[in-house]
């Protein structure tokens, strides 16, 4: 008589990780790769090669993203008057988008990284989205130039954050770009200055 097989019982799926579980996973390993030569090299070529603000903000969510397992990135400006707008983004959801102006000037007041385990239920939001936030500030001549923000669809168990040796290595590669985005965005603002009226002749 043959021997009897046992079923298989069909296995699930992996429960995916959230936003600060992804992070805690990854923390030892994206510390090495920060660390590297190649990291500043990479990153400081990809925010180098135009004059354009919006090229320029691209290259870095393009580079970052690379590094840290986001569902959607943004780079927002953020002026002198508390006027924001937005120079990239990827991936970012209208519910997001809305909650973009209160993440920047969050992040432009406190000058330090922001992060929401939820966002609609942080008291410092007004936002009705369920997912999940971290945003780091892009400081030059000392101010805030411009929020890198990065969402996870879902929301987290615990805040999203990095290590503290993680986190002070991405603030170090973060400050060596940040000026040439400043550049960027100095060279527009006087762009706009310069323009003339067709028809009077006079500045703008």
């Not at 923390?27 to 354009?52: G, I």
């Not at 009705?128 to 990065?150: K, Q």
Request: proline share 7%; hydrophobic share 50%.
């Amino acid at each position: 008589m043959a021997p009897t097989r046992r079923r298989s019982r069909p296995r699930g799926r992996t429960p995916r990780l959230d936003f600060a579980a992804r992070l805690a996973a990854r923390d030892a390993a994206l510390r090495v790769r920060l660390s590297t030569p190649h990291a500043l090299s990479s990153l400081l070529k990809a925010t180098s090669e135009s004059l354009d603000p919006a090229e320029v903000a691209a290259q870095l969510l393009t580079t970052v993203a690379g590094w840290i397992p986001a569902s959607a990135w943004a780079v927002v400006a953020a002026d002198r008057t508390g006027r924001v707008s937005v120079l990239a983004d990827r991936g970012v959801a209208p519910e997001m988008a809305v909650a973009l102006p209160e993440i920047a000037a969050l992040v432009v007041r406190d000058r330090r990284p922001v992060a929401s385990a939820r966002l609609q239920d942080d008291a410092r939001l007004a936002s009705a989205f369920g997912g999940a936030m971290l945003a780091w500030p892009l400081e030059s001549r000392g101010a805030c130039v411009a929020t890198l923000i990065a969402f996870d669809r879902a929301p987290s168990v615990r805040v999203p954050a990095l290590s503290g040796p993680t986190r002070r290595r991405l603030a170090l590669l973060l400050a060596a770009v940040a000026p040439s985005l400043d550049k960027t965005l100095v060279l527009r603002r006087v762009e706009a200055l310069s323009v003339t009226d067709d028809l009077t002749r006079l500045y703008n």
